[in-house]
Structures are given as structure tokens and as C-alpha cells.
């Protein structure tokens, strides 16, 4: 159980075009959804964080216009990146966790990535 | 704030021989610590974690880890490295509190030689 997929896991676009990247919980509700962004040789960067009907929590620095985040319903959470240029490339990944943000713990299951490519 | 840090971006060791992935964390309030790995252009899975209680923590694949909070460390061991654990591994850090947010290092990646 607690299977989270991605689509696609690859993708090549051209500059100024807009890319979606789906994340889904295939066999779990997941109210809380994250983006993470990393970097070749780097860590995970949370890009933000995603309640399900809520508007998404975005960390300092990452751009909400550029990075649109839909999370509307409990199996599904969408990243877009608009207008996506070379400097956007890098490989996504998501994660999902059962329970609401305020639990003390519960885990985060994540994505396989997606690699995003753009020309 | 949560801080994690991983010493060593590479680790190489011969297969059967001991691996040890060292990560120190800062917190200013107790912390829950993960292990993840990560196998190329694939998610993240957890090795292990602690949480509460018992701090040698034991996870899949032989792994475990030992929470020592006076050196503020959660090292990675296995006694016997195989080959197929050659991989990325990422140590992480949150606050036992409040909101889940995960803090990771820079990950470590560990070279197996026959």
C-alpha cells in the first residue's frame, strides 16, 4: 500500500510553453500533497506544500505564478510550470501523506519524479 | 530551524564490507530523523526512522541507525555492503511538532565495488 505515481516521468519542451506534472495517491486519501525540486547532485528543495481544497503553501523564494499547484481532490495533486524556460529544468518529485499537516507524524510517500527538460 | 548535514557526497566501499553514512542534525526542539534512499531517476524510500523510544532504530534492506542525541548524530550502518545498495542516501530531519515539513541533506552516494 501507499503507492504515489507520477506523470510523466519525462519531458522535453520547448522554451515558454507550460508543462503539468500529475502526482497521484493510488491507494490512499491523501490530504496533504508536497512538490520537491532537486537539483543534479542536490538535495530535495520543498517547492510547497498542498492541502487538498486548499490553496497550496509555497516556500520562500518559489515563484506561485510560475509554479502552479492544484490539489482538488484527495488522489490527485497537478504542478504546472508555465512559461517554462532552460533554467526550469531539473526532475520533480512529489509525495503524499495520509494524514493532516497537524499530526505529530506520519509519513511521506514519494513520487518516482518526474524529469523535466527544457529546450 | 532544522538543519541536516551529511559528511561525505561519496562513500566507496567493497562489497561485504561495513557501511557507515554519517549525518548530524541541528534542532531546536526534538527531532523525528529519516533515512531515505534514493536509486537513479527514482523517488525517495525510507530506510528508516525515529521517532520516539528506542534509539537504535532498525530498517529495511539491513540498515539501521542510531539516534544519539548528545553528538547530534543519526549515522547510517549496515554490516555488509552488497551491491545492489549502491544508491543515493538522504538523511532528514522535522520537528516532532506541528507542521511536517522534511529538511534534507545533500545526500550521500554509496559506491560498492565487487
Known amino acids: 500500500g501507499a503507492v504515489v505515481s507520477q506523470h510523466p516521468s519525462r519531458v522535453i519542451c520547448k522554451s515558454g510553453t507550460s508543462v503539468k506534472i500529475e502526482c497521484r495517491s493510488l491507494?490512499?486519501?491523501?490530504?496533504?500533497m508536497f512538490w520537491y525540486r532537486q537539483f543534479p547532485k542536490k538535495s530535495l528543495m520543498l517547492m510547497a506544500t498542498s492541502n487538498e481544497g486548499s490553496k497550496a503553501t509555497y516556500e520562500q523564494g518559489v515563484e506561485k505564478d510560475k509554479f502552479l499547484i492544484n490539489h482538488a481532490s484527495l488522489t490527485l495533486s497537478t504542478l504546472t510550470v508555465t512559461s517554462a524556460h532552460p533554467e526550469d529544468s531539473s526532475f520533480y518529485i512529489c509525495?503524499?501523506?495520509?494524514?493532516?499537516?497537524?499530526?505529530?507524524?506520519?509519513?511521506?510517500?514519494f513520487g518516482p519524479g518526474t524529469r523535466l527538460t527544457v529546450l | 530551524a532544522q538543519s541536516v548535514t551529511q559528511l561525505g557526497s561519496h562513500v566507496s566501499v567493497s562489497e561485504g564490507a561495513l557501511v557507515l553514512l554519517r549525518c548530524n542534525y541541528s534542532s531546536s526542539v526534538p527531532p523525528y530523523l529519516f533515512w531515505y534512499v534514493q536509486y537513479p531517476n527514482q523517488g525517495l524510500q525510507l530506510l528508516l526512522k525515529?521517532?520516539?523510544?528506542?534509539?537504535l532504530v532498525k530498517g529495511i534492506n539491513g540498515f539501521e541507525a542510531e539516534f544519539k542525541k548528545s553528538e547530534t548524530s543519526f549515522h547510517l550502518t549496515k554490516p555488509s555492503a552488497h551491491m545492489s545498495d549502491a544508491a543515493e542516501y538522504f538523511c532528514?530531519?522535522?520537528?516532532?511538532?506541528?507542521?511536517?515539513?522534511?529538511?534534507f541533506g545533500t545526500g550521500t552516494r554509496l559506491l560498492v565495488s565487487p
Open positions: 509525495s503524499a501523506s495520509k494524514l493532516a499537516g497537524g499530526a505529530p507524524y506520519n509519513e511521506q510517500f
Open positions: 525515529y521517532t520516539t523510544g528506542a534509539t
Open positions: 532528514a530531519v522535522r520537528k516532532n511538532t506541528g507542521f511536517q515539513k522534511l529538511v
Open positions: 491507494d490512499f486519501q491523501a490530504t496533504t
